[in-house]
C-alpha cells in the first residue's frame, strides 16, 4: 500500500519494517549465541594449532579494534541470507534433481 499511497509508508500499514526489525532481532540473537560459545570454547582449549576450523573461527580471528563483533555479526547474517537464497534457487529450479533423474 505504502507504494501507492506513499504518505502511508511512514506508517508501515502491512508491517513489513515490523516483521522484518523482529526477524533480524532473531537472527541476531541466535548468531550472537554462537558467537559467545566459539568464544568461550577458545577461551577453554589452550591448543597451539590456532588454524581456523569454520568461517566463524576465521572471522573471529581477524578480530580488531575495526573488525569487531558487531561486524562479524553483520557479516554471517548476509553470508546466512545468500546461502538461503541460493538453496531456495537450487530447491525451485530443480537443479538439485537433475543428477537424481539421469540415472
Known sequence: MGDYLPFLQRLDPQGVIRNTTIYMERLFGILDKFIEDR??????????NNDPKDLLDALLGMRSDEFTLTDI???????????????????????????????
Open 73 to 103: 555479526r553483520g557479516y554471517l547474517s548476509v553470508t546466512h541470507l545468500i546461502f538461503s537464497w541460493v538453496g531456495y534457487f537450487l530447491i525451485t529450479t530443480g537443479i538439485n534433481n537433475a543428477k537424481d533423474n539421469s540415472g
Open 39 to 48: 568464544l568461550a570454547e577458545r577461551g577453554k582449549t589452550k591448543d597451539i
